[in-house]
């Protein structure tokens, strides 16, 4: 299973930015998926979280209403709209996936990891 995150980049306090997470291979069940962040110095948090349906989501509070997370099964493919970000959003950001059903907010809950995608907010 291989896990690809793109769409990072350096953009200007306010703009918007779509990450995007292609899976690879055979994850067994209805996985969910998570977008976690990680910045200089500081541990790995969550940001936001999906069902394998689409129907559950889940946000860190400092994102909420500011970030949406969506999926496309038929692609294999989830996304992280981000929108009027703001210096402190600026991290790496990795996708991962769990086998087992249910978002957790937890990186060791999580088996399959993407390599990140920076992404840095100037002010």
């Known amino acids: 299973v291989q896990l690809q995150a793109s769409g990072g980049g350096l953009v200007q306090a306010g703009g918007a930015l779509k990450l995007s997470c292609v899976v690879s291979?055979?994850?067994?069940?209805?996985?969910?998926m998570a977008w976690f962040r990680q910045a200089p110095g500081r541990e790995r948090e969550f940001v936001a979280g999906?069902?394998?349906?689409?129907?559950?989501?889940y946000y860190q509070d400092s994102v909420q209403d500011r970030f949406t997370i969506s999926r496309d099964n038929a692609k294999n493919t989830g996304y992280l709209q981000m929108d009027s970000l703001k210096p402190e959003d600026t991290a790496v950001y990795y996708c991962a996936a769990r086998q087992a059903m249910g978002v957790r907010r937890k990186a060791a809950d999580y088996e399959f990891w993407g390599q990140g995608t920076l992404v840095t907010v100037s002010s």
């Open positions: 291979g055979q994850i067994a069940n209805e996985y969910p």
């Open positions: 999906i069902s394998w349906a689409g129907v559950s989501k």
